[in-house]
Protein backbone atom coordinates (compact mmCIF):
# COMPACT_ATOMS: atom_id res chain seq x y z
CA UNK A 1 0.00 0.00 0.00
CA UNK A 2 0.95 3.48 -1.26
CA UNK A 3 1.84 6.17 1.46
CA UNK A 4 0.36 9.80 0.85
CA UNK A 5 2.16 12.81 1.97
CA UNK A 6 1.41 14.82 4.65
CA UNK A 7 0.68 18.53 3.11
CA UNK A 8 3.28 21.03 4.16
CA UNK A 9 5.62 17.92 4.65
CA UNK A 10 9.20 17.47 3.13
CA UNK A 11 12.34 18.60 3.55
CA UNK A 12 12.99 21.43 5.96
CA UNK A 13 15.05 24.31 4.80
CA UNK A 14 18.58 23.92 6.56
CA UNK A 15 18.71 27.51 6.97
CA UNK A 16 15.51 29.12 7.16
CA UNK A 17 16.79 32.64 7.50
CA UNK A 18 19.29 32.58 4.56
CA UNK A 19 18.08 35.21 2.13
CA UNK A 20 20.47 35.24 -1.27
CA UNK A 21 19.22 38.37 -1.96
CA UNK A 22 19.58 40.47 1.35
CA UNK A 23 22.92 39.04 1.18
CA UNK A 24 24.03 40.47 -1.99
CA UNK A 25 22.64 44.00 -1.37
CA UNK A 26 24.14 43.64 1.72
CA UNK A 27 27.57 42.70 0.12
CA UNK A 28 26.96 45.24 -2.49
CA UNK A 29 26.68 48.22 0.18
CA UNK A 30 29.41 47.07 1.69
CA UNK A 31 31.57 47.27 -1.87
CA UNK A 32 30.25 50.66 -2.82
CA UNK A 33 30.82 51.86 0.11
CA UNK A 34 34.64 50.85 0.10
CA UNK A 35 35.10 51.57 -3.01
CA UNK A 36 33.66 55.05 -2.87
CA UNK A 37 37.01 55.49 -0.11
CA UNK A 38 39.18 54.91 -3.06
CA UNK A 39 40.05 51.26 -2.29
CA UNK A 40 41.45 48.59 -5.05
CA UNK A 41 39.27 46.03 -6.06
CA UNK A 42 42.09 43.85 -4.21
CA UNK A 43 41.73 45.64 -1.12
CA UNK A 44 37.77 45.56 -0.97
CA UNK A 45 37.87 41.75 -1.82
CA UNK A 46 40.29 41.31 0.99
CA UNK A 47 38.17 43.31 3.16
CA UNK A 48 35.21 40.96 2.25
CA UNK A 49 36.59 38.14 1.86
CA UNK A 50 35.39 37.96 -1.59
CA UNK A 51 37.30 37.14 -4.99
CA UNK A 52 37.57 41.28 -6.90
CA UNK A 53 35.52 39.20 -9.71
CA UNK A 54 32.57 39.15 -7.59
CA UNK A 55 33.60 42.66 -6.34
CA UNK A 56 33.66 44.02 -9.60
CA UNK A 57 30.28 42.37 -10.57
CA UNK A 58 28.74 43.64 -7.57
CA UNK A 59 30.15 47.04 -8.00
CA UNK A 60 29.15 47.09 -11.94
CA UNK A 61 25.54 45.70 -10.68
CA UNK A 62 25.50 49.07 -8.17
CA UNK A 63 26.16 51.14 -11.26
CA UNK A 64 29.47 52.45 -9.63
CA UNK A 65 31.70 50.46 -11.85
CA UNK A 66 33.43 52.24 -14.73
CA UNK A 67 35.96 51.09 -17.68
CA UNK A 68 36.30 50.85 -21.20
CA UNK A 69 35.91 46.89 -21.42
CA UNK A 70 32.83 46.82 -19.02
CA UNK A 71 30.71 49.21 -21.40
CA UNK A 72 32.45 47.33 -24.17
CA UNK A 73 30.56 44.07 -22.46
CA UNK A 74 27.64 46.05 -21.53
CA UNK A 75 26.39 47.94 -24.99
CA UNK A 76 27.13 44.54 -27.05
CA UNK A 77 25.33 42.47 -24.97
CA UNK A 78 22.81 44.83 -25.34
CA UNK A 79 22.47 44.97 -28.11
CA UNK A 80 22.07 41.12 -29.23
CA UNK A 81 19.84 40.86 -26.16
CA UNK A 82 17.46 43.00 -28.37
CA UNK A 83 17.36 39.87 -30.71
CA UNK A 84 18.44 36.64 -28.98
CA UNK A 85 17.70 34.49 -26.11
CA UNK A 86 19.88 35.42 -22.55
CA UNK A 87 22.96 32.04 -23.66
CA UNK A 88 23.01 33.48 -27.22
CA UNK A 89 23.42 37.23 -26.57
CA UNK A 90 26.43 36.01 -23.63
CA UNK A 91 27.93 33.79 -26.58
CA UNK A 92 27.80 35.93 -29.19
CA UNK A 93 29.33 39.03 -27.10
CA UNK A 94 32.15 36.24 -26.22
CA UNK A 95 32.95 35.84 -29.58
CA UNK A 96 32.96 39.56 -31.41
CA UNK A 97 34.79 40.70 -28.25
CA UNK A 98 37.27 38.13 -28.04
CA UNK A 99 36.43 37.32 -24.86
CA UNK A 100 35.86 34.20 -22.56
CA UNK A 101 32.15 33.24 -21.60
CA UNK A 102 32.99 34.05 -17.97
CA UNK A 103 34.62 37.46 -18.51
CA UNK A 104 31.75 38.25 -20.40
CA UNK A 105 29.40 37.28 -17.94
CA UNK A 106 31.98 38.79 -15.29
CA UNK A 107 31.47 42.52 -16.78
CA UNK A 108 27.64 42.21 -16.25
CA UNK A 109 25.65 42.64 -13.52
CA UNK A 110 23.53 40.50 -11.31
CA UNK A 111 19.90 40.01 -12.86
CA UNK A 112 18.24 37.88 -9.94
CA UNK A 113 18.12 39.00 -6.11
CA UNK A 114 18.49 42.72 -6.62
Do not use: H
Amino acid sequence: MKKTRKPGGGRKKLKPEYDAGKNLKEQMESAVELYDSEMSLQSIADALNLNPIKVRKLLITAGVYESDVAEKVKNTFEEYRETRDYKTSILTTSSTLQLSKASVTSYLPYQKGV
